[in-house]
């Protein structure tokens, strides 16, 4: 079983920074994908972010140039730094493990939120 542990989030204004961190423990295998997805009211679940174990990052293109994901290995570890945050970055924030194929095994945080006012 694996376990995910956010940190970070709150409430900031238009144009300010907040850092998520997420740390994994439990059952974890060495090859896997991390990253954060945000749900606002009324919206799906969308990817933020993701970083594989190796390094390659995707982000979605609302975020590019303002948000920064970075992870440690060795710790389990994976941040989402995020800075120029607009209202419309307001949501909850999930931290998201998965790796594995057929089956893919697939492991949430409880979510931190974030609020942007304007």
């Known amino acids: 079983q694996v376990q995910l542990v956010e940190s970070g989030g709150g409430l900031v204004q238009a144009g300010g920074s907040l850092r998520l961190s997420c740390a994994a423990s439990?059952?974890?295998?060495?090859?896997?994908?991390m990253g954060w997805y945000r749900q606002a009211p009324g919206k799906q679940r969308e990817l933020v972010a993701g970083?594989?174990?190796?390094?390659?990052?995707n982000y979605a293109d609302s975020v590019k140039g303002r948000f920064t994901i970075s992870r440690d290995n060795a710790k389990n570890t994976v941040t989402l730094q995020m800075n120029s945050l607009k209202p419309e970055d307001t949501a909850v924030y999930y931290c998201?493990?998965?790796?594995?194929?057929?089956?893919?095994?697939?492991?949430w945080g409880q979510g931190t939120q974030v609020t942007v006012s304007s």
């Open positions: 998201n493990l998965k790796y594995g194929y057929r089956p893919v095994y697939d492991y």
């Open positions: 439990g059952s974890i295998f060495s090859i896997n994908t």
């Open positions: 970083v594989t174990s190796g390094g390659t990052t």
